[in-house]
């Protein structure tokens, strides 16, 4: 350990330091909140503290955070969760019966009646059994069992319960995940802190952000020179290119991992945010079923889900779900003890998806107005997508494929080579410094491309289509003039 | 073949619980129960979680009327919730972005919160500062731990880390050391003098462990789970000496303090005593302090609201730290909320404050009662001793179980507090943990139940503890 002497006295140093902290730790990087946001939130400081700068808030289109963005919460499902919270309310006759006869079902099967008891590591069964006849509708009838149905903290927590499942092997044995690129940059953290070979496979930017199996083949068999390929997460749709995978690419996929022996990481989180004409959301296990028992009784596969996205919005309540489909049953029993040292899944979380598994059906009373809020933020998502792709497009230097699904943008920028010395002068890779001053100078807050990964010598930015669409007007064109002055600026 | 042949050795080597085949054995009998089968008893008492809810203790009014006005804010706007709820709530929904509670907060939990988390520190500890910046609040005092340890522990490390733990643990802790690829290095706590934590013991760990695996940090829970120990300064001070002096993390969980009823016992926080020991050990302990909305009077252990304090580490590994805790995006708002409605009750004058006083004294008598009852009933039976649990969410009284069971068990397959548990749980209905899943002196036998319940809860669920041990005694001896 280090020794420094202070006043002649001899004094030790730190018992954890960078030196003998976990090293995988060190190279975890999460760039949705990262320094740039770091800065924005020191701006929003400084601009309540009453510092004159050119704008008077900072708009935040950096993380899929709807309900911050003003998207408004869905009535049903907050006065089902109110009433779960505080049961007095079922004798107000405020409520809608259909709110009241879900929150009594759900309270039911709570410990104690209450959603502060734990649940079963896995997840309440009857809401497991909710989202498995969930699954079997959206699915046309191919069957879910609730044993395969794990409850948790949001998709995240799922993802990463698989990845340190899987994860194994020393030297060239040590397991690689095959992960896209660009990609969601939970993958690559929850890879750095676990140790994983990170196996990367390119998106096809000029074909609207599709995979192509040539380009898997390619990545795996450089891969196997240094590690062992056992997993490919695929995210559909995608982000944070938005592209939504045809059903042929989907087929191609399944028939890749069961070549290569693959297990299958599908992350569907966006399943309902489908937005462009032609695209259709194909799930996975759908898709997998529907190829044979060749296939549908080989492959293993894991689907995930949230409550964070789709019309529903709720980030903050931590709710999502897993499927696992045709797991050995003696791993199966690793998962569910791997599951258990978390304890259970937020409680409300669990209620939140127990009510989008089930919602409001056309014979009760509260479905008309959930009805016609969900049409609403799904239509104001959609025309949201279209606006951004034709307002990029009108930029000389920014190309932007079409947001066919999910809640973001990844357009391509051209960066004069002036700026890239101007970047590497400072320090920073040329998109970090082209958002850095884009958040200096216009209060917009956005994710450089190069924390999801991109082709090298390329350059990009993630933005969400969340701000309200006169907003989101005004953002485009705020970053449209940026691009044209910060061009004219470094030619 | 299956492809998952292979899956993490960290994750294989992580004890397979026998509390999960009770659960199972539980659930498969309230399903006989609810088929209409016959059995002694009418219903399964589940007093095997530190789960106050469940075992019948009611949610604080206050806490859920604030909860129910947060998620549906046109509760606002009606005098159905009292004025110091809705002016709460207002307050708290001011804090989320947009006001909604759906909406994702920072990653170390909502900044107000996170404030006033501070504050109830410093308070809490007669004035020692307490610094926002190292305060993390996450989903449960689980979560948190895991995360620190996986700061600490490098599992490629040769020798491998270790992580010095209590014998009886409570499981989540052991596994998700193992869990992480590190050795856990017992140190056993002092049955017959109340399950002290003796420092000699600490050293004698810390030796076993040479050439074994590298030591890194001493985890203390205080108060105790299982044992309900509540520690006392000096030993609290000797704890401190000996990290100091060995160079040891010191990782406190302290999500009881709340719950300690012994007559002379008082929960003082590590933060506190090693604010007075003065510098230099108070400038230099690396410290994490665990605490959570789980357990308590609140006991609102669904919701996953906890937090971690670190009080003198590396500016550079808390850089890491905020790191690891932004990729798991934030701590669920509602417990971030409860979190807040434990540190900051309604104080006298406020509308709520009788029925928030009236409720909190019933939980409070309640558990103080049941300790006594427990203390009584227990070491009143045949082969059964406990010692006074002066806090914490559970009893461990010990068995003195008779040849006879003990082979019987060993036929069977069993180790003999399993083989008791099991016939507890047929026989009389009542789920409880073996000391087995929690560590335990070799030859000894314990049991561990949790005394956080209704009244009624606790008193039925001692008496077929009582006929069954009474019964068993016959039967075995």
């Known amino acids: ?491 | 073949m299956s492809v998952l042949q292979e899956i993490s050795p960290n994750v294989r080597n992580m004890i397979q619980l026998e509390s999960t085949v009770l659960a199972i054995r539980a659930r498969q009998i309230k399903e006989e129960l609810r088929q209409k089968v016959r059995k002694p008893y009418k219903e399964v008492i589940d007093v095997s979680w530190g789960d106050p809810h469940r075992a019948g203790v009611k949610p604080l009014s206050f806490v859920r009327q604030v909860l129910s006005a947060c998620l549906y804010p046109q509760l606002l706007n009606s005098d159905t919730l009292p004025v110091d709820v809705r002016q709460r709530a207002q307050t708290l929904l001011a804090g989320c972005d947009a006001g909604s509670v759906g909406s994702y907060t920072a990653a170390a939990g909502i900044s107000e919160i996170v404030c006033r988390v501070s504050e109830f520190i410093t308070r809490r500890d007669g004035g020692v500062p307490s610094y926002p910046e190292h305060i993390f609040i996450s989903p449960g005092s689980q979560w948190a731990l895991t995360s620190i340890l996986n700061v600490l522990v490098n599992s490629e490390a040769s020798p491998r880390t270790g992580v010095l733990t209590p014998v009886p643990c409570y499981s989540t802790a052991t596994l998700s050391i193992m869990g992480l690829g590190a050795d856990i290095v017992p140190y056993y706590l002092s049955e017959e003098q109340g399950w002290e934590l003796q420092v000699e013991e600490l050293h004698r760990a810390l030796d076993s462990a040479k050439g074994a695996c590298n030591p890194v940090a001493l985890y203390v829970i205080n108060p105790g789970n299982p044992t309900g120990h509540v520690q006392s300064r000096k030993s609290m001070q000797e704890v401190i000496r000996l990290v100091a002096e060995k160079r040891l993390f010191l990782l406190a969980d302290e999500v009881y303090q709340d719950c300690v009823y012994g007559e002379n016992s008082e929960f003082v926080s590590y933060k506190r005593v090693l604010a007075e020991m003065g510098p230099p050990l108070s400038d230099t302990v690396e410290l994490a302090s665990f605490h959570s909305a789980s357990k308590g009077i609140m006991g609102e252990c669904g919701l996953r609201g906890g937090y971690v304090e670190l009080v003198n580490l590396d500016p550079a590994v808390m850089k890491y730290i905020y790191k690891l805790f932004s990729t798991y995006s934030c701590a669920p708002v509602l417990g971030q909320i409860a979190l807040d409605l434990m540190m900051n009750p309604p104080q006298p004058g406020d509308p709520s404050y009788p029925l928030y006083s009236e409720e909190t004294q019933h939980i409070r008598s309640t558990l103080a009662h049941n300790v006594k009852r427990v203390f009584e009933v227990v070491n009143s039976l045949p082969c059964f001793c406990c010692q006074p649990v002066e806090g914490g969410a559970f009893a461990f009284p010990r068995l003195h179980l008779p040849h006879k069971a003990i082979e019987k068990a060993k036929e069977m397959g069993m180790q003999p507090d399993m083989f008791y548990c099991v016939r507890l749980l047929e026989d009389a209905g009542v789920l409880v943990s073996p000391g087995q899943d929690l560590g335990q002196k070799e030859d000894t036998y314990h049991i561990r139940f949790c005394i956080m319940t209704s009244e009624d809860t606790m008193e039925e669920a001692l008496r077929r503890l009582s006929s069954f041990q009474t019964q068993f005694m016959k039967v075995f001896s």
């Open chain 1, 1 to 491: 350990m280090s020794q420094q002497a202070v006043n002649g006295v001899p004094c030790r140093g730190k018992v954890l330091t960078l030196d003998n902290m976990n090293p995988n730790v060190r190279r975890v990087e999460y760039a949705v909140r990262g320094v740039i946001v770091q800065r924005a939130l020191q701006i929003e400081k400084e601009l309540k503290e009453g510092v004159k700068k050119p704008f008077t808030e900072v708009i935040k289109a950096n993380i899929g955070d709807a309900h911050a963005m003003g998207q408004k919460p869905i009535t049903f499902l907050r006065q089902v969760l109110a009433l779960c919270s505080y049961p007095d309310l079922l004798e107000d006759n405020k409520f809608p019966e259909d709110a009241k006869q879900r929150a009594r079902r759900i309270l039911q099967a709570c410990g104690g009646h209450s959603i502060g008891a734990y649940s079963a590591s896995q997840g309440i069964e009857c809401i497991r059994q909710d989202v498995a006849r969930y699954i079997e509708k959206r699915d046309g009838g191919i069957s879910s069992n609730p044993d395969n149905i794990y409850l948790s903290t949001g998709a995240s927590d799922a993802i990463v319960t698989m990845l340190k499942l899987l994860v194994c092997g020393e030297g060239r044995d040590r397991t690689g995940v095959m992960i896209s690129i660009p990609q969601y940059p939970l993958y690559s953290a929850a890879l750095a802190d676990l140790a994983a070979v990170q196996i990367s496979y390119y998106l096809d930017e000029d074909k609207c952000w599709s995979l192509d199996v040539a380009e898997l083949k390619r990545a795996i068999n450089a891969a196997r020179q240094h590690c062992n390929p056992r997993v490919l997460c695929i995210i559909n749709p995608g982000n944070p290119t938005g592209q939504v995978q045809s059903r042929q690419c989907i087929e191609d996929v399944i028939r890749f991992a069961k070549e290569e022996h693959l297990f299958l990481m599908a992350d569907e989180v966006y399943q309902d945010n489908v937005y462009a004409e032609g695209c259709k959301f194909h799930s996975f296990k759908k898709v997998l079923f529907e190829m044979g028992a060749e296939y549908s009784s080989t492959v293993e596969m894991a689907s995930f889900h949230s409550t964070s996205k789709c019309y529903m919005g709720e980030c903050g309540f931590r709710g999502g779900y897993m499927e696992v489909i045709n797991m050995d049953p003696e791993v199966k029993a690793q998962l569910t003890k791997l599951v258990s040292v978390r304890l259970c899944p937020p409680v409300p979380g669990q209620a939140l998806l127990d009510l989008v598994v089930n919602p409001p059906q056309p014979d009760e009373p509260s479905y008309n107005t959930f009805m016609k809020e969900r049409t609403a933020v799904l239509a104001a998502l959609s025309e949201k997508a279209g606006l951004t792709e034709k307002i990029f497009n009108t930029v000389p230097g920014i190309i932007c494929n079409p947001v066919q699904g999910a809640m973001y943008t990844f357009p391509r920028i051209t960066l004069p080579q002036k700026a890239i010395d101007k970047a590497k002068e400072e320090g920073l890779v040329p998109d970090m410094f082209y958002c850095m001053r884009l958040l200096e100078e216009e209060g917009i807050c956005l994710v450089p491309g190069s924390g999801f990964g991109q082709r090298e010598g390329t350059f990009h930015f993630r933005m969400t289509i969340l701000p309200p669409t006169e907003k989101l007007k005004i953002v485009l064109q705020k970053i449209r003039d940026y691009h044209m002055r910060f061009t004219q600026e470094f030619s």
